[in-house]
């Protein structure tokens, strides 16, 4: 009996020993309460932060009063439930009007910002918005509009208020169960409908003096830069000073995605970090030339506090989009602890701004940037730390050549599953291209941006644009000639829901605790290697509004048509890991008949899409020959006996649907709309079977 209550006191006699070094579990486990909230299936009411808020009280008593090896479970506790409260207070804090019904009108609004969609077309996010014949209290906060047609009559600017004849709904949600939720990320983001407009865009008023003045001085920067560097290597170049792409071809950000260079397109940790390490390096040792300074200044903090001021220039300059903010915040936990004499990169100084972040911005924990930027950081920091005092120092013109490779390596092996994950692609030569390309961004590109930005008052900039424009122009060479690479880019479906997390708790595992206990962290992560092995997707998807079916076959998903629907057949094919577009996939063999009445078969059953004007008048016919019917339109007749339907009102409840074929002849269907929270503004709905008229069920 002693000794099994010794084996069952070893744990915690262990978590008891490792308290100094448990602080680095903290953001893991405000993490995993961030998660909790998000998986919730219902809105917690008051009562249930209430009980959470209570709990936190209770544990702080015990954590203070209690036992000292119950103290790490109460901090477990109280991080998770931190988590929790802290996603319930951001969304709440964030609530804004969403559009509830399908709008077309006038749209009239502050532009904010100016970017391009997927489709490569202009797109204006506005604030400050009016729709016609609708109250303020159902006005969205923010509407995001593609401009189609011809436009250029306006030279577009933020601050500027506008006007245009626009269809506008609701952001959209998965297009099949799991799948990423725009309609989430555009209520964090208080965006409160989408859509597009035909029509030229007209200007009210200009910009009120003052008014987005840091996204004026973005916009004039940006076309500075591009007049001054003309084309792709120009446009590169003033994303990465302002953050704005506008200007990038589709072809070069395809190029640098299929390179796994896309990152030096984004403003992030490495941009960021590039930044404020030369003024720190420049600043530190350029006053250590100066005797005089050099013996009455603390030349380190100096620097490192003028390059923090940088560094908040530099985020307000990007826009402050969220990837810019988790690097400016890494940095300043970093330059912070240089200013109050500690390591400047550790793993705590990491999990501080994790912390920071997560209580911050909960819903970044979901984002994929979030993901890879931790990940990436924490494995070099890991990476580095292992090698620390491992052997003799390499020759000074090695050195550099094998640090680029070790970084580029650990990065690329950190963020490539979460990468995956999220975007379905494996750039398989990813670390030569970075190999080719991070070093002229390191030593030329960005040490050039903070030239110019400094010389530019004096007109002197010239010089340094031209150094910036041959090392963009170097990195778009580098990231054309791989993509073109046979087999540069590798096609993966998207894994369960478990996989992700399951990864990163093993990896977390491995990389932050101690001895030797920790190499049990890759028996959950071959578990999740394993998991994503076994991925099966569903073989029938059904669209919203049931305009798309995709039919999954031996030759890959079958789409029921070669247009329509075109942002829903891109997510299913990717999340299939199918490289074909939506006019490919539409030849494969599956679907039968006019494009109005699609015939096919599943599981048993004989199906038909019926879409189009007068759909409903032709459900009688499609009902002669198929079991189940899917039509895009409201049907008001009762279908005849022995046929069943499922119409534009069904989908309407249930979001689009994916159908599983069971053992004994059914069909289960699994909805999309699951959850009933503040982003979704609808009743759940849960899963049903569907069974054939001569079924004994």
């Not at 802290?86 to 532009?111: D, K, Q």
């Not at 200007?203 to 001054?228: D, H, I, M, T, Y």
């Not at 093993?506 to 959950?524: S, Y």
Request: proline residues 6%.
């Amino acid at each position: 009996m002693d000794r099994l209550r010794a084996l069952a006191l070893m744990p915690v006699l262990a978590l008891a020993h490792a308290r100094g070094f448990l602080f680095v579990w903290v953001p893991v486990f405000i993490g995993v309460g961030v998660g909790l909230w998000f998986s919730l299936p219902q809105e917690p009411v008051f009562w249930h932060y209430a009980c959470l808020v209570a709990a936190v009280l209770l544990g702080i008593i015990i954590h203070r009063r209690g036992p000292e090896l119950a103290q790490p479970f109460v901090v477990v506790m109280i991080c998770v439930i931190l988590g929790m409260l802290a996603a319930g207070a951001r969304a709440h804090l964030v609530n804004a009007p969403i559009l509830g019904f399908r709008y077309y009108g006038a749209v009239e609004g502050r532009i904010v910002s100016i970017d391009r969609s997927q489709s490569d077309m202009m797109r204006l996010t506005l604030d400050r918005v009016v729709l016609e014949r609708t109250s303020p209290s159902r006005t969205p906060e923010r509407v995001r509009i593609s401009l189609h047609g011809q436009q250029g009559f306006v030279a577009l600017e933020p601050g500027q208020r506008v006007i245009a004849t626009a269809h506008l709904s609701a952001p959209e949600g998965p297009v099949e169960p799991g799948a990423f939720d725009f309609r989430r990320m555009a209520f964090f983001d208080r965006l409160g409908a989408v859509g597009y407009t035909r029509v030229p865009v007209l200007l009210l008023e200009p910009p009120a003096s003052g008014a987005q003045w840091v996204n004026r001085f973005r916009a004039k920067l940006r076309a500075a830069v591009e007049a001054e560097l003309p084309g792709d290597p120009g446009a590169f170049a003033a994303a990465l000073v302002t953050g704005d792409r506008a200007g990038m071809s589709r072809e070069a950000q395809e190029n640098l995605r299929a390179a796994n260079l896309s990152h030096l397109l984004a403003i992030s940790g490495l941009h960021m970090a590039l930044l404020t390490g030369f003024i720190f390096a420049t600043l530190r040792y350029g006053l250590a030339l100066v005797p005089p300074l050099a013996l009455r200044v603390q030349s380190k903090k100096v620097a490192a506090g003028l390059a923090l001021l940088a560094g908040a220039a530099y985020l307000a300059l990007s826009g402050g989009n969220v990837a810019t903010e988790r690097a400016f915040v890494m940095v300043a936990v970093m330059l912070g602890a240089v200013l109050f004499d500690r390591r400047a990169l550790s793993i705590r100084s990491v999990a501080l701004a994790a912390c920071v972040l997560l209580l911050m911005q909960p819903e970044t924990l979901l984002e994929p940037g979030f993901q890879m930027s931790f990940a990436a950081t924490v494995a070099l920091i890991a990476g580095y730390s292992a090698l620390r005092g491992q052997g003799r120092r390499l020759p000074f013109w090695v050195a550099p050549l094998a640090t680029v490779v070790f970084t580029s390596l650990l990065a690329g092996l950190a963020t490539a599953p979460v990468a995956a994950a999220h975007f379905n692609r494996v750039a398989g030569y990813g670390l030569a291209a970075n190999v080719l390309a991070v070093p002229v961004m390191g030593f030329a590109v960005m040490p050039a941006a903070v030239l110019a930005g400094v010389l530019a008052p004096l007109g002197l900039e010239g010089p340094a644009l031209w150094v910036m424009g041959k090392g963009t122009a170097w990195i778009l060479s580098v990231a054309e000639m791989v993509a073109g690479w046979e087999g540069a880019v590798r096609a993966v479906p998207s894994p369960p829901w478990q996989v992700l997390p399951i990864l990163a708790l093993g990896a977390l595992w491995l990389v932050l605790w101690r001895g030797r206990v920790r190499f049990f962290g890759l028996a959950p992560m071959a578990f999740a290697f394993v998991l994503w092995s076994q991925t099966e997707r569903p073989p029938l998807l059904i669209s919203a509004d049931g305009g798309l079916i995709g039919l999954q076959t031996s030759m890959g998903r079958v789409l029921s048509a070669p247009k329509g629907a075109g942002f829903t057949a891109r997510q299913w094919l990717e999340n299939d890991g199918d490289l074909a577009d939506q006019e490919q996939t539409a030849l494969r063999n599956g679907f039968e008949g006019e494009a109005r009445m699609r015939r096919f078969s599943f599981g048993g059953w004989r199906l038909a899409q019926v879409k189009g004007k007068g759909a409903e008048g032709r459900v009688e016919e499609a009902c002669l020959d198929a079991d189940l019917i899917i039509v895009a339109r409201k049907t008001t007749v009762p279908a005849p006996e022995g046929c069943q339907v499922i119409d534009s009102d069904k989908l309407r409840a249930t979001g689009p649907l994916a159908l599983w074929a069971q053992a004994d002849g059914s069909l289960h269907a699994v909805p999309t709309k699951t959850q009933s929270r503040l982003w979704t503004s609808y009743e759940r709905s849960a899963a049903f079977t569907l069974y054939l008229p001569n079924s004994t069920q």
